[in-house]
């Protein structure tokens, strides 16, 4: 999902490099950067990226982790 400026035009400056919406719209600005993204204003208070379901970058993977010991 995309958001879009008083265009219609999809707001891609947040998309990462490579990213389809990129290369079909170009790099469109965000009119109001200080509306909306509360994920994005959340990070930034804490201090780092928020992943979906909750996974921090330096979160172990789940094989990473191991399997508790069988008792």
């Given amino acids: ?3 879009c400026n008083s265009e219609g035009l999809p707001i ?3 998309l990462p490099e490579g990213h389809e919406g990129r ?3 170009g790099i ?3 009119e109001h950067p200080d509306k909306g ?3 994005g204003r959340l990070e930034q208070a804490r201090g780092h990226e ?3 379901r909750g996974k921090r970058p330096d979160d172990p993977s789940p ?3 191991g399997t508790p010991p069988d008792e």
Avoid: G, N, S, W
């Fill in 63 to 65: 094989d990473e982790e």
């Fill in 50 to 52: 928020l992943h979906k």
């Fill in 12 to 14: 891609t400056e947040h």
């Fill in 1 to 3: 999902m995309l958001f």
């Fill in 37 to 39: 993204r509360a994920l």
């Fill in 23 to 25: 290369e079909i719209y």
């Fill in 28 to 30: 469109v600005k965000d």
